[in-house]
């Protein structure tokens, strides 16, 4: 102390500190965590570096604490909300999302996909990837502009444009229950072109076989990824009678009647609760066999035709269908060129359907005669809760008593739901 005023015994670390300290600096090497004590563990989970290799902690951590450091120094928004409430689950399915979302055929090694599923697969319960990336083709414009004069049409090999295949991991991802799919690229500013989009046949064959051998799938989407017809009659022989999936959303694709026709059968021939096919190319054809499907269906409850050009000859042969259909809870036909034929048969339907809660008629031409026949068919409804008629051409005043009704159904609802609520002991 008369050497330096300073000095202090706290300043020296004691024992027990100095081997944590030295723990947490040789952890990769050896990772001792089991053998400590509650409250040293929790000393070196805390101040455990995130950048630490997985094989080393994605099978021996399971404190979420250090799960949540790595997702929130890694992105800025983090919602574990959509991952269980679980840190860890997050972070493995966006680490994994993020690998396959860079990977390139033909240039990234598929050993970083490989390594990575033993360390991932008992955590990994939904995969989102927005966009698939194609190979890297060397530009052959110089090439093509010299052709020789024999075999000029013939001399070029085809250069292959699959993208990663997804079977062998799909299939050793045992928990696997939702899996989103966009084959695009985001983000390719001035390098855009059209083979940067390009979901090929044999990117169908290669993804409907991986989700076939998915039993634990539930909810599969493809999305904005150029599904025709084809490419829908392959999915969908490969997932008839699929075990567990319930949601299949195929929107903004180019799926025609054709493709429709095929979701027709899949409708009757699995266990399919949710169907969203806005934004293709469906037409009444292709609404007549959704339909027929409809009406021997007791599974579906929500179907999305929104944006389609379905007319009144699929409108009407929908509305057909709900008046024997007792499952189907929700309808959208926006935006898909009906008129007052369809709102007619609907107000039927209106009046006998109990089971309907949800339709949505928006920017359609249904007219004011229209309006009237559904704000006749409704006045006995008690089940309707969201009827959207905007931009439908309806009367100003028909649609005010529309709503009216509506608002009194959403109202009786919800003091049913409450009287359902278990009362809390005094």
């Excluded at 985001?186 to 076939?212: E, H, I, P, R, Y």
């Excluded at 929700?330 to 109990?354: D, K, M, R, W, Y």
Aim: aromatic share 6%; net charge negative; proline share 3%.
């Amino acid at each position: 102390v008369v050497e330096d005023p300073e000095w202090s015994l706290i300043t020296v670390p004691h024992l027990t500190e100095l081997c944590l300290q030295h723990i947490i600096q040789n952890f990769e090497k050896n990772p001792i965590l089991d053998r400590l004590l509650p409250e040293h563990q929790r000393k070196v989970l805390d101040r455990l570096s995130t950048g630490l290799p997985l094989t080393v902690t994605a099978n021996l951590i399971s404190d979420e604490d250090y799960w949540k450091r790595c997702c929130t120094e890694r992105w800025q928004v983090c919602d574990i909300s959509n991952y269980g409430d679980s840190w860890k689950r997050m972070f493995f399915e966006r680490h994994l999302g993020n690998i396959l979302k860079c990977f390139i055929p033909d240039t990234t090694e598929p050993k970083q996909v490989l390594d990575l599923i033993p360390l991932c697969k008992d955590y990994v319960r939904k995969l989102e990837i927005d966009q698939f990336l194609p190979p890297v083709h060397i530009d052959q414009k110089d090439e093509e502009d010299d052709l020789s004069d024999s075999g000029s049409d013939f001399g070029f090999s085809k250069v292959s444009t699959e993208h990663y295949n997804l079977k062998d991991l799909i299939t050793a991802l045992p928990h696997l229950e939702e899996l989103h799919l966009t084959y695009g690229v985001k983000d390719c500013g001035m390098n855009f072109q059209w083979n940067l989009f390009n979901f090929t046949q044999q990117d169908c064959s290669n993804l409907a076989a991986a989700v076939k051998m998915c039993h634990n799938l539930k909810v599969f989407k493809l999305t904005r990824s150029k599904v025709d017809d084809d490419k829908v009659r392959v999915l969908v022989r490969n997932l008839l009678d699929h075990p567990c999936l319930v949601e299949l959303n195929l929107s903004h694709n180019l799926i025609g009647d054709e493709g429709a026709q095929a979701l027709g059968k899949l409708i009757n021939r699995s266990r399919l609760e949710t169907l969203d096919l806005c934004n293709n190319q469906i037409h009444h054809v292709g609404a007549q066999a959704l339909a027929q499907a409809l009406a021997k269906n007791s599974t579906l409850t929500s179907l999305n035709l929104r944006l389609n050009c379905v007319e009144d000859k699929g409108g009407k042969a929908i509305g057909q269908a709900l008046l024997t259909n007792t499952t189907l809870k929700s309808i959208h036909l926006g935006s898909n060129n009906l008129s007052e034929q369809t709102a007619l048969l609907f107000s039927q339907v209106l009046a006998q359907n109990t089971t309907l809660t949800s339709i949505n008629f928006s920017c359609n031409h249904l007219g004011l005669d229209g309006g009237k026949q559904l704000l006749e068919g409704l006045a006995d409804n008690k089940a309707l809760t969201e009827f959207d008629l905007r931009l439908a051409e309806v009367d100003q005043e028909t649609e005010y008593l529309i709503h009216q009704i509506v608002w009194t159904n959403q109202e009786a609802a919800r003091l049913k739901s409450l009287e359902h609520l278990p009362t809390k002991p005094l």
